[in-house]
């Protein structure tokens, strides 16, 4: 019998990790910004994470870091010369602009793609579609190297779809799996696919931050992959305007579980309804809420309880809930994580890691990774390069401490010598992750 598991692709910390408050609505980008930032630390950190899921018995891939500065974005809206010339000229005259370029926000790859597995696909394969990330400039520079990330890791078209991300334009903003949950009796089994959304393309908004995610962009990634068992509920707007930019910061879920806040969804009763309804005959969904006044949303956004990875580990009865370090420092969240674990509910017990450099920028652990449901053949055809291994573990590590800079304040950004040094990072990381010769676009126009 095939049997089938839940990867985590990791999205690997870049060299430019820094604090310059890119990201309205993101409570801890705005607070943190101006500060100095650790990318080594950081990439470190990532690595450390990935390690842990692999020695738990669970599959992990690295996702490569984007090239940043992104000198082709900045040439492409009218800054010319060569490529040190353009980041002087851009710093000087367009700072806001030369932050943008510089970001290194593909590190969290639960907004890389939304995924639909085979076993609930039309056509039987995996599907993936690149979120175009529209609200915020910087990140919407991402999809088209995303697109290429994940066609390198997946390249079977036989069993992997890699769509284009979607057009563009507000009306189908999509910020990926960060608003996506899958329910299941068993990972290989028909799921429940949960399409959370902040806003109608049409609405007119009003809110205190951006709705990131539309329902037209759901509807379209549901009908291109053929994704069964759709439900469409609606993020809550008062999670919104309290700092919960994505649905991953107030609700995660996994097999039967779905673990949310109270204000996680605008109509709680009717999420509830239509997952029952969707999951009938399939599984039973347990739901496991708290309250706001168990974890009052300041307490929730400071501590990122719900940005947690719920896994299934190997051997293990019960669901394992890996949550920030932030979590464990925060008393409220702390007493609701043991609560959690010394219940007789679907979550057995709660580890804590630290992602304190990722976790300044407003990204938890499971901003980090994007979850892929794989059978035995679907896992066999990813890249094995990008597979993650003790072996591979000691080499990143190696190449982060020879690569990055252990300190970075914003201003830093500016010095042309950092450009070259990511430069010589990532042409060395195509070689270890076996990624090819043209995969940046600094590879193709040398």
Not at 89 to 116: D, E, R
Not at 159 to 188: I, K, T, W, Y
Not at 350 to 358: G, L
Not at 402 to 422: H, Q, V
Request: charged letters at 25%.
């Amino acid at each position: 019998m095939t049997s089938v598991v839940e990867a985590n692709c990791d999205g690997l910390v870049g060299p430019t990790h820094s604090y310059v408050g890119l990201s309205p609505g993101n409570l801890a980008s705005t607070r943190n910004a101006g500060e100095v930032s650790n990318p080594r630390g950081a990439a470190l950190e990532g690595l450390s994470k990935m390690r842990r899921l692999y020695d738990l018995g669970l599959p992990q891939f690295v996702l490569p870091p984007h090239e940043r500065p992104a000198i082709s974005f900045l040439k492409q809206i009218g800054f010319f010369g060569s490529d040190e010339a353009v980041l002087e000229g851009v710093w000087k005259t367009a700072p806001a602009l030369a932050a943008a370029a510089c970001s290194a926000s593909s590190m969290w790859a639960a907004n890389a793609a939304t995924v639909t597995p085979s076993a609930d696909a039309g056509d039987g394969r995996v599907h993936f579609t690149p979120a175009n990330l529209l609200t915020n400039l910087h990140r919407s520079l991402e999809g088209a190297q995303t697109t290429r990330v994940l066609r390198r890791l997946f390249p079977d078209e036989r069993r992997f779809a890699v769509h284009e991300p979607l057009p563009a334009q507000p009306h189908f903003s999509d910020e990926g799996a960060a608003n996506h949950v899958r329910l299941c009796a068993e990972h290989g089994a028909p799921g429940v696919n949960l399409f959370v959304w902040g806003r109608e393309a049409w609405e007119h908004w009003e809110g205190r931050f951006p709705a990131r995610q539309t329902r037209e962009a759901f509807e379209a990634i549901q009908r291109r992959h053929g994704a069964a068992r759709a439900v469409f509920p609606r993020q809550a707007k008062a999670a919104i305007a309290g700092g919960a930019f994505h649905n991953d910061v107030v609700c995660v879920g996994t097999r039967e579980c779905l673990f949310f806040h109270e204000r996680a969804f605008e109509d709680r009763a009717a999420m509830e309804r239509d997952v029952r309804a969707a999951a009938k005959g399939l599984f039973e969904p347990a739901f496991v809420e708290i309250s706001e006044a168990e974890l009052p949303m300041a307490d929730l956004v400071a501590s990122y309880l719900f940005n947690s990875q719920l896994l299934v580990v190997p051997g293990e009865d019960r669901l394992l809930l890996l949550a920030p370090a932030e979590t464990r420092d925060n008393p409220r969240a702390h007493a609701v994580a043991e609560a959690l674990a010394a219940s007789n509910g679907p979550i057995g017990r709660v580890e804590y890691v630290d992602v304190r450099q990722s976790m300044r920028n407003g990204g938890g652990p499971a901003c980090l990774r994007l979850r892929v449901v794989l059978t035995d053949e679907e896992l066999e055809a990813a890249n094995p390069a990008q597979h993650f291994t003790p072996g591979l573990h000691t080499t990143l590590a190696d190449w982060a401490e020879r690569r990055y800079r252990d300190s970075l304040k914003p201003g830093d950004l500016a010095d042309p010598l950092l450009l070259t040094e990511s430069r010589e990072a990532l042409d060395e990381l195509t070689q270890i992750l076996d990624l090819g010769g043209d995969f940046y676009p600094f590879q193709r126009t040398a």
